[in-house]
């Protein structure tokens, strides 16, 4: 493609060289730098794409964009000054794929919880409508029928339009996608043209990342506040921050709650472990989903595949036939008569969301056993906090090892345990090793106890000391319980 018709949309400060320039491939990282190739000169918060210049057009890059020119320039070269380099790239991409997330339906969503059921969800509610449709989320990227592994919360923007172009290209109509704090704060969805954006909540995460509660929230905001006047936001109102995403958006208002007025209004009719009877707008069905937090999710789905012009009745139907997200409230009973649930929750938020589902159900007859941990090299303030709400919400409590990566994982169960009311202290037991954890909880539970393993969900792996081994808590479960029950 022409340099020229990349340069679209984008605006240049100022071109040194030819701008007809036949451009091969868009790069950000000087080391996949080919013959023929644009780099994009990013400064990010380690290293400085700046730096890489020269070495990228020796390695053969005929085009640069980049906020500053390097003092020596190459006739060979056409230098693009731009004034945010990361923004540019967005842009870059989209031209480059032909511009396909205008090509598609692409619906974005956001919150802190949810956001990866909510837009599995609705892949799988879209396929149930007759429609092939893509998935970016942090489990899997889908187009149709075809599984790409996930790597990123948010994959980087270039990866994102060519997903997108090959999802056009395989007649797919709609693109559900996760959008993350991360994603959003490092520009990987600029470009992109969203039909709809969905926000589910914002609760107390990324801190490591972004510092502040109030920076976390106007990253999240930012995507709405870019929303085109042709798009609509549909937010949850019964979020004390849902109203505070559509301040200053151009696009189209929606609201979904339980609790308040809203455009779309659910109710929970009947719940236990096997599913939710459910009124949405004046409608009832039933779901094998369940708990509250589910609700929610699903009322978010129902708004955006109305907003998207389809029929109530045919909706609820599809919803109707969901099957439950991987590793999201994953309830499976052993023959010993004990109900164990495997979940994702690894913020405060999600791990009260579930307990308190759980109690929801439950006829206190049952004992209540949490497994849970946190992650290492994360946000630290949040670890006394679920320490308090597992401890509070269960009979017991074993604290145990999440993903601790670089970090001493006594450490952070310390400073879990530091969370702890008195009144609680006998409630709650720690060991480092998860599948110890997990078997001292399988030796503890009785018949009809409900067991809780929290944090991993779908992961099967666990980071230790940098290095990833294959960990499963589904897995682990079944292989313990067979073990244990000879």
């Given at each position: 493609?022409?340099?020229?018709?990349?340069?679209?949309?984008?605006?240049?400060?100022e071109?040194?060289?030819?701008?007809?320039?036949?451009?091969?491939?868009?790069?950000?990282?000087?080391?996949?730098?080919?013959e023929?190739?644009l780099?994009?000169?990013?400064?990010?918060?380690?290293?400085?794409?700046?730096?890489?210049?020269?070495?990228?057009?020796?390695?053969?890059?005929?085009?640069?964009?980049?906020?500053?020119?390097?003092?020596?320039?190459?006739?060979?070269?056409?230098?693009?000054?731009?004034?945010?380099?990361?923004?540019?790239?967005?842009?870059?991409a989209?031209?480059?794929?032909?511009?396909?997330?205008?090509?598609?339906?692409?619906i974005?969503?956001?919150?802190?919880?949810?956001?990866?059921?909510?837009?599995?969800?609705?892949?799988?509610?879209?396929k149930?409508?007759?429609?092939?449709?893509?998935?970016?989320?942090?489990?899997?990227?889908?187009?149709?029928?075809?599984?790409?592994?996930?790597?990123?919360?948010?994959?980087?923007?270039?990866?994102?339009?060519?997903?997108?172009?090959?999802?056009?290209?395989?007649?797919?109509?709609?693109?559900?996608?996760?959008?993350?704090?991360?994603?959003?704060?490092?520009?990987?969805?600029?470009?992109?043209?969203?039909?709809?954006?969905?926000?589910?909540?914002?609760?107390?995460?990324?801190?490591?990342?972004?510092?502040?509660?109030?920076?976390?929230?106007?990253?999240?905001?930012?995507?709405?506040?870019?929303?085109?006047?042709?798009?609509?936001?549909?937010?949850?109102v019964?979020?004390?921050?849902?109203?505070?995403?559509?301040?200053?958006?151009?696009?189209?208002?929606?609201?979904?709650?339980?609790?308040?007025?809203?455009?779309?209004?659910?109710?929970?009719?009947?719940?236990?472990?096997?599913?939710?009877?459910?009124?949405?707008?004046?409608?009832?069905?039933?779901?094998?989903?369940?708990?509250?937090?589910?609700?929610?999710?699903?009322?978010?789905?129902?708004?955006?595949a109305?907003?998207?012009?389809?029929?109530?009745?045919?909706?609820?139907?599809?919803?109707?036939?969901?099957?439950?997200?991987?590793?999201?409230?994953?309830?499976?009973?052993?023959?010993?008569?004990?109900?164990?649930?495997?979940?994702?929750?690894?913020?405060?938020?999600?791990?009260?969301?579930?307990?308190?589902?759980?109690?929801?159900?439950?006829?206190?007859?049952?004992?209540?056993?949490?497994?849970?941990?946190?992650?290492?090299?994360?946000?630290?303030?949040?670890?006394?906090?679920?320490?308090?709400?597992?401890?509070?919400?269960?009979?017991?409590?074993?604290?145990?090892?999440?993903?601790?990566?670089?970090?001493?994982?006594?450490?952070?169960?310390?400073?879990?345990?530091?969370?702890?009311?008195?009144?609680?202290?006998?409630?709650?037991?720690?060991?480092?090793d998860r599948?110890?954890?997990?078997?001292?909880?399988?030796?503890?539970?009785?018949?009809?106890?409900?067991?809780?393993?929290?944090?991993?969900?779908?992961?099967?792996?666990?980071?230790?000391?940098?290095?990833?081994?294959?960990?499963?808590?589904?897995?682990?479960?079944?292989?313990?319980?067979?073990?244990?029950?000879?």
């Open positions: 493609m022409q340099l020229i018709e990349l340069l679209k949309r984008i605006p240049v400060l071109i040194h060289g030819d701008d007809i320039r036949e451009v091969s491939e868009l790069v950000f990282d000087s080391r996949k730098v080919t023929n190739s780099y994009i000169a990013i400064r990010g918060t380690v290293v400085d794409g700046h730096s890489f210049i020269a070495s990228s057009v020796e390695k053969g890059a005929k085009a640069i964009v980049c906020e500053e020119f390097p003092e020596s320039l190459n006739e060979n070269v056409t230098y693009v000054k731009v004034k945010d380099s990361s923004k540019a790239l967005g842009q870059l989209s031209n480059f794929y032909g511009n396909p997330s205008e090509k598609l339906k692409l974005g969503v956001t919150g802190t919880n949810g956001k990866t059921s909510v837009s599995t969800l609705l892949f799988d509610v879209f149930n409508l007759g429609y092939d449709s893509a998935l970016l989320s942090t489990v899997e990227i889908r187009i149709g029928e075809q599984i790409i592994p996930a790597t990123h919360t948010t994959p980087d923007v270039i990866t994102i339009n060519k997903i997108l172009a090959q999802a056009v290209e395989e007649g797919c109509e709609f693109a559900f996608m996760e959008v993350s704090s991360h994603g959003i704060a490092q520009n990987r969805i600029e470009g992109l043209h969203f039909k709809i954006a969905g926000f589910t909540n914002l609760t107390h995460d990324h801190l490591d990342y972004h510092k502040t509660f109030d920076e976390y929230l106007k990253t999240k905001k930012r995507f709405f506040d870019q929303l085109e006047s042709t798009a609509v936001a549909i937010t949850n019964d979020d004390k921050n849902g109203n505070v995403m559509l301040q200053n958006t151009k696009a189209t208002k929606r609201t979904y709650a339980l609790k308040t007025m809203a455009d779309f209004h659910g109710k929970l009719l009947e719940v236990d472990f096997n599913g939710m009877l459910l009124n949405f707008n004046g409608k009832e069905f039933w779901t094998t989903l369940t708990g509250k937090f589910n609700v929610y999710n699903l009322l978010l789905v129902f708004g955006i109305i907003e998207l012009g389809f029929e109530q009745e045919e909706i609820l139907q599809a919803i109707s036939q969901l099957k439950r997200v991987s590793g999201r409230f994953e309830t499976f009973k052993s023959d010993g008569g004990i109900f164990f649930i495997v979940d994702y929750a690894h913020t405060p938020d999600a791990l009260e969301n579930i307990l308190d589902s759980i109690n929801d159900i439950r006829t206190k007859n049952e004992r209540l056993i949490t497994v849970f941990g946190c992650g290492g090299d994360r946000d630290h303030s949040k670890r006394p906090e679920m320490g308090n709400i597992a401890t509070k919400k269960s009979t017991l409590a074993i604290i145990t090892s999440d993903n601790p990566r670089t970090e001493d994982p006594t450490a952070i169960i310390k400073e879990i345990e530091a969370g702890v009311e008195p009144q609680n202290f006998s409630k709650y037991t720690s060991i480092p599948k110890e954890a997990i078997k001292m909880a399988i030796k503890f539970a009785e018949p009809k106890d409900i067991v809780l393993v929290a944090g991993k969900g779908h992961e099967t792996y666990q980071e230790i000391n940098g290095v990833k081994h294959h960990f499963d808590d589904k897995e682990t479960i079944n292989e313990l319980w067979k073990l244990m029950s000879k």
